[in-house]
């Protein structure tokens, strides 16, 4: 049986006409850049993220590089973020002038407010809490921390779209939080996209400039500005897709409670906690011998796939910060034990099960 980490082709199978009619229909619409079918999926996915304002970007790096701009981050400050997040969430600091510093993580792969105290120094000016996987951190502690020492928060949300905490959205406990629309995200542009949610009217204004060159009006220009705009086609598509999303993420949950019943036993596998709704962008295990478990996958015709082998603490550029190995143990840990599962909304029962199989049978039970 084959298992396939990703399926593109049968998800634009699945929705070809209805997909067709909005690309048609944003084409006609003669708006290329911005305009209304992007003001139309930002109030969407503002309502969504259940903010005041959601603005669309180029991508969900660009989202947090102009996030920590708009607030003044830059030169001197310090940001602290996870080491065991995608690059971006460190590359976005230190491409908008300041200092990223890490924090360890928690058993279940995020930050908490326990690990970031360790962090912080007179420098700290902000911190961006990683949702990896779909799972939204503990934000109460991390929100109180942040009050007593003046920082702000900008949640990474890029994995963690529609998650929920008690009631709470991704992407509205921080000042902002920043999305992504990449092809492999849950919610899926066809190219690259990104957005930004919050509920601060002074900071969603200085956003929608700063992403469109400073340009108050067609000649005006209040300060230097990117070009990071969403494109029309890109905001039809996810506005069509954004109508699934709730579909997308029952079928993702429930192939995560598939997993955890025939391999809770065998392997760590991510808890399902009381009150939160993860959205399982990722289904990461934690296990022994990973890279002989997932040799032995790929030759059962199982895809898998590893985020990410390499803490950012230890990539090349993170060397001029002073990081070394050995700097967050538990992050260094899991990055040896990590795997994560194919998960996606696409999945039968059938290819779960043989998954299970699959891995059991490697260790024998
Ligand atoms: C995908 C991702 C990003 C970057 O988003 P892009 O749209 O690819 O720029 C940032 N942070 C995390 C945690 C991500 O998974």
Redesign the pocket.
């Known amino acids: 049986m084959r298992v396939p980490y990703v399926d593109f082709a049968g998800q634009y199978a699945a929705e070809r006409r209805s997909l067709l009619s909005v690309v048609d229909r944003a084409l006609a619409g003669g708006e290329m850049v911005l305009g209304r079918e992007v003001s139309a999926f930002e109030k969407d996915f503002a309502r969504l993220c259940r903010t005041k304002h959601a603005i669309g970007v180029a ?6 590089i102009l996030t920590l701009k708009a607030l003044w981050i830059g030169p001197g400050d310090e940001v602290i973020t996870a080491p065991n ?2 690059v ?2 460190a590359a ?1 600091v230190a491409l908008a002038g300041a200092t990223p510093v890490f924090a360890d993580i928690e058993a279940d792969q995020l930050l908490s407010a326990r690990t970031v105290e360790k962090a912080l120094t007179p420098r700290t000016k902000a911190v961006i809490p ?3 996987t779909g799972r939204v951190c503990e934000m109460d502690g991390l929100m109180a921390l942040a009050r007593a020492r003046g920082l702000a928060v900008i949640e ?1 949300a ?2 963690a779209v529609g998650a929920e905490d008690r009631g709470r959205r991704a992407g509205s406990f921080g000042r902002a939080a ?1 999305f ?3 092809p ?2 849950n919610l899926n542009a066809a190219g ?3 957005a930004i949610t919050t509920s601060d009217d002074g900071l969603a204004e200085r956003l929608r400039l700063l992403r469109n060159h400073g340009l108050k009006s067609r000649n005006e220009v209040l300060f230097w500005g990117y070009n990071s705009r969403l494109d029309a086609l890109q905001a039809a598509i996810l506005r069509a897709r954004l109508k699934g999303l709730s579909k997308v993420v029952a079928a993702r949950r429930k192939n995560a409670e598939l997993y955890r019943k025939g391999l809770a036993d065998v392997v760590e596998c991510p808890k399902d906690r009381p009150g939160c709704k993860d959205v399982y ?1 990722l289904f990461v295990i934690q296990c022994d011998r990973r890279d002989e478990l997932q040799a032995h996958l790929k030759r059962r015709g199982v895809s898998t796939a590893v ?1 990410y082998p390499t803490p950012i603490h230890l990539q090349a550029p993170a060397a001029a910060l002073g990081c070394k190995k050995g700097d967050f143990p538990e992050a260094e840990r899991q990055s040896a034990r990590i795997l994560s599962l194919p998960v996606h909304q696409l999945l039968s029962a059938a290819q779960i099960g043989f998954v299970v199989r699959s891995i059991r049978e490697f260790y024998g039970r």
């Open positions: 991508n969900g790096t660009d989202a947090l997040s995608f971006a969430s976005a990683v949702h990896l990474d890029a994995q920043c992504s629309f990449h492999l995200k690259d996209a990104g962008h985020h």
